[in-house]
């Protein structure tokens, strides 16, 4: 059994950077597609950003260019490093692990950027 627990949320100003990180436990992380998925008050949960297990890359496009999403196979971790943050990034950030028909969530992390 996969779990996932996210960490790094907290309350910024807009400008600011957060890094989130998902420990992973359980079956073999590196065969996992990762993902960052966020939802805000009254929204449908949106994809922010996934990574595959070779390093390839897909992100949101109103994230592009602000967050990067990255992977330690040997840790076992994903991170997203979210720079230049502004209000409409305030949600609930969730991490994900994703394998053919295995779809696991973590328990997803606050991120509130306001001034």
């Known amino acids: 059994q996969v779990q996932l627990v996210e960490s790094g949320g907290g309350l910024v100003q807009p400008g600011e950077s957060l890094r989130l990180s998902c420990a992973f436990s359980?079956?073999?992380?590196?065969?996992?597609?990762m993902g960052w998925y966020r939802q805000a008050p009254g929204k449908l949960r949106e994809l922010v950003a996934t990574i595959t297990r070779d390093g390839s890359t897909h992100y949101s496009d109103s994230v592009k260019g602000r967050f990067t999403i990255s992977r330690d196979n040997a840790k076992k971790t994903v991170f997203v490093q979210m720079n230049s943050l502004k209000p409409e990034d305030t949600a609930v950030y969730y991490c994900?692990?994703?394998?053919?028909?295995?779809?696991?969530w973590g328990q997803g992390t606050q991120v509130t950027v306001s001034s």
């Open positions: 359980g079956n073999i992380f590196s065969i996992y597609v």
């Open positions: 994900n692990a994703a394998y053919r028909q295995n779809n696991y």
